[in-house]
């Protein structure tokens, strides 16, 4: 059972906006650690509030269209119910609002956002993004390795 | 004069549906609903770009065509290839494909039902628009909430586990498939069936429980006579993968049996009006717009004479006594498409325990023998069929989709016209009135193009303009 769930977000042909994805799809051939799952995808899905409530940390990647290119953030994310307008794809904050609700586990979160220049159709990122790719890569395995000395990290809403 | 002039609404963007339009609701002088029109603003053009591209790339590139069901495109577009190359796929491909369409059906039904109607369902028709989406169902329902998220993640894992992926998979290709299927998949996939039939038999239990509160929306969300449209077996059974087209009337008829899904351009005519990219089909022999036909779950439970497992066969024959003529009312989609899940879930059983099921012999290998192509199977939402023409050297040179929700175009008009003059009154509509517009919309669960991606938040507006065409009022649904 893993422990720590990444999921890299966005879309693989609008430019920039792939970034999470790729990512992912790089972790993901690289991860040899039964801890660690890694799943690659274009949205966040409600089908994948199961899969985070059954780990201990989730580290969501993603692009932004806010902010100075190629600069990377992290932040903790806190469960937050979706918004109205919601059909099928959720924040992230609404996804761990789902695994708390749904399943009784909400798991400690991070987000991390590269801002992105460009998000027009197309298969390469922008100078900006690319050159902040490696940097994002070893931020994330920090922090996939910090949650797992960390054993404290789940919160158990309901026993 | 105000009383002497006619006014419209639009509903811009429709929303819970998969894809972009609007609906015009054209009022007379007095106010009352005159005319409606379901508008598709948004522009594809597959058929157009794919021209000179080889054909062994069609079904990965028609699979681009939607994120909810591409599944159902790459087994059109291979079906179209295998009748390209002119060959039989082996046996256990024909059955990996029937499981991975299946699979595909229970993923974006539960999608339709559970995630996009089940609001309108439980909380009504009239609640807070801020509270009709899943977190809604959450606070009310949870156990509906949590069935439906499983459901869909058992039909996506099936297809992550065949394909590769959830999304734009491309293990179907021209032949056959590219894989076999393993034991430890296989026996994977078994482990979750006997969840996903609860899950099943439970909402349709819930479902029938809660009709009653809808009788209003029975009589009004598109019940008018229409023909209906989509594929059989041989003995009149219940499929997805292949079969002969039937065409039932609204007394239940059978009208065609037996077509045969390559020869649609002699029975299927396809219209296109100014105001939409959709296409408007039609049956060709009733001319146009008398050829209304209407498919997807509801028109398949009604040219359907069994389902062929036991339980889908209860819960149909139950189904076919809603009605004594063919079930006309589109608000009984939900009904059909809870049924065609039980179906599913109970046929993907049948087929994992095929003793063939782990052949390794999948793919049948050949050169373009012929230089035309028809492939059609049953996706989630109804029949759809790829057509292609091909040169001696395999490139692309002609190619024509009829989409499921294209089928659909004629009759969702004709539904909107129908539950508007019914629910709405006046200039200013309250959001109980628009909403069960957009419900009858999502009835047909349309999938305008679920691949195109939504950036920012989308806005509900509702203009009224004057036969001038002056915008008289505006109301925006805040996000």
Redesign the interface.
């Known amino acids: 059972m893993a422990r720590v769930l990444v999921l890299g977000y966005g879309?693989p042909l609008?430019s920039d906006?792939a970034l999470g994805w790729r990512v992912a799809v790089e972790l993901f051939r690289a991860n040899a650690s039964p801890d660690v799952l890694v799943l690659p995808?274009?949205q966040l899905?409600?089908?994948l509030?199961?899969t985070a409530s059954l780990v201990e940390t989730v580290i969501f990647v993603d692009c932004s269209h806010k902010g100075e290119p190629g600069k990377i953030l992290c932040e903790e994310v806190r469960s937050q119910?979706?918004?109205?307008?919601?059909?099928?794809d959720l924040s992230p904050a609404?996804l761990l609002?789902?695994a708390a609700?749904?399943?009784g586990v909400c798991p400690r979160a991070y987000m991390f956002t590269v801002c992105g220049e460009c998000?027009d159709p197309g298969e390469s990122f922008s100078p900006s993004v690319s050159s902040c790719i490696p940097g994002l890569k070893a931020m994330i395995r920090r922090q996939i390795e910090d949650a797992l000395i960390d054993t404290v990290g789940r919160q158990k809403l309901v026993s | 004069m105000q009383g002497a002039v006619s006014k419209s609404i639009v509903i811009d963007p429709v929303t819970r549906i998969e894809g972009h339009g609007k609906i015009t609701l054209q009022l007379d002088a007095n106010g009352r609903v005159e005319d409606a029109r379901f508008h598709v603003t948004q522009f594809r053009g597959f058929e157009k770009f794919c021209e000179g591209r080889p054909f062994s790339e069609m079904p990965a590139l028609m699979a681009r065509i939607c994120g909810i069901c591409p599944v159902s495109h790459l087994i059109a577009s291979a079906k179209a290839c295998d009748a390209l190359l002119a060959v039989r796929i082996p046996p256990t491909a024909d059955k990996l494909r029937r499981i991975f369409g299946l699979a595909q059906v229970v993923q974006s039904h539960a999608l339709s039902f559970f995630y996009l109607s089940s609001p309108d369902l439980l909380l009504g028709m009239d609640a807070d628009p801020a509270k009709a989406n899943l977190f809604g169902v959450l606070e009310k329902k949870p156990e509906l909430a949590r069935d439906g998220i499983h459901l869909r993640q058992f039909g996506q894992q099936i297809i992550e586990r065949l394909g590769g992926k959830r999304i734009h998979p491309s293990w179907v290709v021209p032949g056959g498939v590219s894989e076999p299927l393993t034991e430890l998949n296989r026996d994977a996939i078994l482990a979750g069936i006997p969840e996903a039939l609860a899950i099943a038999e439970r909402t349709l239990g819930w479902f029938k429980s809660i009709m009653e509160n809808f009788r209003e929306e029975i009589g009004s969300f598109g019940n008018f006579p229409s023909l209906f449209l989509g594929i059989v077996k041989k003995d009149g059974g219940l499929t997805f993968y292949d079969g002969g087209i039937r065409i039932v009337n609204s007394a239940g008829e059978v009208l065609a049996n037996g077509l045969d899904p390559a020869d649609y351009r002699e029975y299927i005519g396809e219209k296109v009006e100014s105001w939409s990219y959709l296409k408007s089909p039609y049956y060709e022999p009733s001319g146009y717009p008398q050829g209304i036909y209407r498919v997807g779950p509801l028109a398949r439970l009604n040219v359907a004479d069994r389902c062929g497992t036991p339980r889908a066969d209860q819960e149909l024959a139950e189904f076919h006594e809603l009605q004594r003529t063919a079930v006309l009312s589109s608000f009984h989609y939900h009904h059909a498409r809870l049924v065609e899940i039980l179906y599913c879930v109970e046929r993907l059983e049948q087929l994992l325990t095929d003793p063939e099921i782990l052949s390794k012999h999948v793919r049948a290998v050949a050169g373009p023998n012929c230089l035309e192509g028809v492939g059609c199977c049953e996706a989630p939402r109804g029949t759809l069929f790829h057509h292609y023409k091909i040169d001696e050297k395999g490139l692309i040179r002609w190619a024509n989709l009829l989409i499921a929700t294209g089928h659909n175009n004629l009759a969702m008009n004709r539904g909107i016209l129908q539950v508007a003059k019914h629910f709405v009154h006046g200039e200013r509509m309250t959001p109980g009135m628009l909403n069960r517009v957009e419900a009858l919309i999502r009835t047909y669960d349309p999938c305008l193009s679920c691949s195109t991606h939504a950036f920012g938040a989308m806005p509900l507006v509702i203009q009224l303009f004057n036969a001038s065409g002056d915008m008289v009022d505006e109301v925006r649904r805040p996000c």
């Open positions: 879309n609008r906006d995808c274009h899905t409600p089908d509030a199961e119910s979706g918004p109205a307008s919601f059909t099928h609404a609002a789902l609700e749904l399943f998000f």
